[in-house]
């Protein structure tokens, strides 16, 4: 994908498994919108094809799918309910059906009072319950989702990450654009993540682990961590904590002995740990 | 696209200032109508003194049967005294005179006739009061003998009704009445082009500044958006003309007189004549929808329609340019400035609709103008598109037109 230019996104090839969930990771500017809006036949590909069960996305597949755009907004001056409403109508529901869902919505989430009142007269946290709403409003098969905890307060990002289990528990598709990485810890079964729009990481979440991160002692302490290059090396120290990747032909129970029966150490837990997908990023960025 | 006209225009049928720029104008109207309604004394004595001015320049004759016409005021005034009425209206035919009055045996029962040249419409005097007011004056004139005459005391209570019929090239033609029903479009473009140019423009505008433009362009075709916006736009106009219309109607069926209208004209008398209808009613369509594209789609180019509202003025101005050569374009239709109006996209509409109104246009011309504007109409639509669907999600920034081309 190029803008001028500058190209974007190169030589990106990924599927995404129906009933999944799949992160599409990366910092700022990594292109990760520039893929959802390219899928979303939003952006025209320079080159190649994005299909979503097999075919272009076409606004005509609008009922199946519920986008959260990364630039978000609603008609402030409209009331709730007919804001709604419209967008429920042209993700294909009837009038009627889509008042239903919107009244039933809106009381879910604690503004059943609210049906009537313009979205400018609701507070931010409010405003976001009524961008999710019309998000899910028509219960769409696939949804995608971009950024879509960022500026969420925690009550809100509680609600999202719950009405995300239950769409994939009712067998939807989702696509969590996100630089977050505990929430793709929490939610994601598979994961891609863009660097400079190139694929850096592609697959489970115990894939990239296993492929891209080094298992390590993690220890919580107090006194002095001793020294000891034959058994390990320290990967990262701080004044009560130390993450220790030890030496090849090394078992981990040497390393406890040893550090148990050292001077001036007092172990408070021991711990061997895979590293987590925030590490795994911030090695791929640095 | 049922759900996006229901939405756009109720919501529009919902705000306060969708309906003061509506009632607005029509207050205004009403009150150049009330203040005509309560000067029509001075309008008769404004008449009379016209019928002075324009009787010094204007070669007019008269037939009087009533025996009412003071031949004092008739000579005074440099009328001559024709022979008979067919005399008369045989001399205007021939353009000797300029327009001749036939005053009936019984003015009170029968109207004044006026027979005069048709010289267009910014051009034509008031013959219809210059006769009813010689012969109010030609009883006020003998107000002993008036008192022994019923006739004279009923003109003197009621004025007499007048009919009026013109000539051009010796054949009869429509006159001024001819211009009403074609021009109704003309004065519809622009009452509704003013009223309605800032909301074409936010119709886009502001799903840039409210961030749901990509939301709509995942659930529904930009072109498919776009005609929804544009018919909803066309129905607010029709529901701002209705607003406008109606109490204006209710006023002309009421007072026609009284707010200064030719007297003898009514609704019935006005002329319905397909062609310049049917011309005018393509001419408003084309020509509102050319610039309802050209205003939606600026309101996609731009960031907000602040920002875009810094074009509505060329826009206006442009289409009004016809206004500032609105006697060429009525009495002389075939200037160059004319011809270029015509044909000129964004000038076009009004000098179109102008021109139909007092029928200076060909067939050949009406056809290539109205060519013309949907040609325009076309472009302007499949810009407006383009600009939504390209410049919609740049949420900061103007788009250019070389990128909307590209």
Redesign the interface.
């Known amino acids: 994908m190029r803008f001028g230019p500058k190209e974007v996104v190169k030589d990106l090839s990924f599927a995404v498994h129906q009933g999944e969930v799949f992160g599409l990771l990366g910092s700022n500017g990594a292109g990760k919108t520039t893929t959802i809006r390219t899928l979303l036949s939003l952006f025209e590909p320079t080159s190649g094809t994005l299909l979503i069960n097999g075919k272009r996305y076409d606004p005509s597949m609008a009922a199946m799918v519920g986008y959260l755009p990364e630039e978000r907004g609603l008609y402030r001056n409209e009331p709730v309910l007919d804001t709604m409403v419209y967008f429920g109508v042209m993700h294909g529901l009837s009038r009627s059906d889509a008042k239903k869902r919107v009244l039933a919505y809106l009381e879910r989430v604690g503004l059943g009072d609210k049906a009537h009142e313009r979205l400018i007269s609701l507070s931010n946290g409010q405003q976001q319950k009524v961008q999710l709403g019309v998000t899910i409003l028509h219960e769409p098969s696939l949804m995608i989702l971009d950024e879509p905890t960022e500026a969420l307060d925690p009550v809100n990002r509680s609600l999202l990450m719950n009405i995300i289990n239950e769409q994939r528990g009712n067998g939807a598709t989702v696509i969590l654009v996100t630089h977050r990485m505990e929430e793709v810890e929490q939610l994601c079964d598979r994961i891609l993540l863009l660097k400079d729009g190139i694929r850096a990481l592609y697959g489970t979440v115990d894939e990239v682990k296993n492929t891209f991160g080094t298992t390590v002692i993690a220890l919580t302490y107090n006194g002095t961590l001793p020294m000891n290059n034959k058994l390990y090396t320290i990967t990262k120290q701080l004044p009560h904590y130390a993450e220790l990747a030890w030496r090849e032909g090394v078992t981990v129970d040497q390393v406890l002995r040893f550090l148990a029966g050292a001077p001036d150490l007092h172990l408070t837990t021991f711990d061997v740990r895979r590293p987590t997908l925030n590490e795994i990023f911030l090695t791929l960025y640095k | 696209m049922g759900?996006i006209i229901n939405?756009e225009v109720?919501?529009a049928l919902k705000k306060k200032s969708f309906w003061i720029a509506s009632i607005t104008p029509l207050v205004f109207i009403l009150l150049v109508l009330g203040i005509e309604y309560f000067s029509t004394k001075s309008a008769t004595n404004n008449a009379a003194q016209q019928e002075q001015a324009f009787s010094a320049t204007a070669k007019i004759g008269e037939f009087d049967d009533s025996g009412l016409i003071s031949q004092q005021l008739v000579a005074a005034q440099h009328i001559t005294v024709e022979q008979n009425k067919d005399a008369g209206i045989a001399a205007v035919k021939s353009g000797t005179l300029d327009a001749f009055f036939y005053y009936p045996k019984d003015p009170t029962t029968m109207s004044i006739e006026v027979y005069a040249a048709d010289t267009g419409i910014s051009l034509s005097p008031p013959y219809n009061a210059a006769a009813s007011q010689l012969l109010h004056q030609s009883v006020v004139s003998d107000v002993s003998a008036a008192a022994k005459n019923d006739q004279a005391v009923q003109i003197l209570e009621k004025s007499p009704a007048v009919t009026a019929t013109t000539y051009k090239n010796g054949v009869e033609s429509e006159g001024l009445a001819s211009v009403i029903a074609p021009g109704i479009f003309a004065i519809a473009f622009l009452v509704l082009y003013v009223l309605l140019a800032s909301f074409m423009i936010s119709s886009t505008a502001?799903e840039k500044e409210?961030?749901?433009a990509?939301?709509?362009?995942?659930?529904?075709?930009a072109r498919?958006l776009i005609a929804g916006k544009i018919i909803s736009v066309f129905i607010l106009g029709v529901v701002q003309l209705v607003t406008l219309a109606v109490p204006l109607l209710a006023v002309l069926l009421l007072f026609p007189q009284q707010i200064g209208l030719p007297a003898g004209m009514t609704l019935a008398s006005i002329p319905l004549n397909v062609a310049p209808i049917l011309f005018g009613a393509l001419f408003f369509v084309a020509g509102l929808l050319m610039f309802t594209g050209l205003l939606v789609g600026f309101g996609a180019m731009f960031p907000s329609a602040t920002e875009a509202s810094r074009f509505l003025g060329v826009a206006i101005i442009s289409a009004f340019l016809p206004i500032y050569a609105f006697q060429n374009v009525v009495n002389s239709p075939h200037t160059l400035v004319v011809t270029i109006f015509t044909y000129f996209p964004l000038t076009a509409p009004l000098t179109a609709l102008l021109r139909n109104a007092v029928g200076s246009f060909s067939i050949g011309e009406a056809l290539g103008s109205l060519a013309v504007i949907i040609a325009g109409a076309i472009v302007a639509v499949w810009f407006a598109v383009r600009a939504f669907r390209y410049g919609a999600?740049e949420?900061g920034r103007r788009v250019g037109i070389k990128e909307l081309l590209r």
Do not use: C, D, Q, V
């Open positions: 759900n939405f109720f919501r502001g409210n961030r749901t990509e939301m709509l362009l995942t659930s529904i075709k498919t999600m949420y």
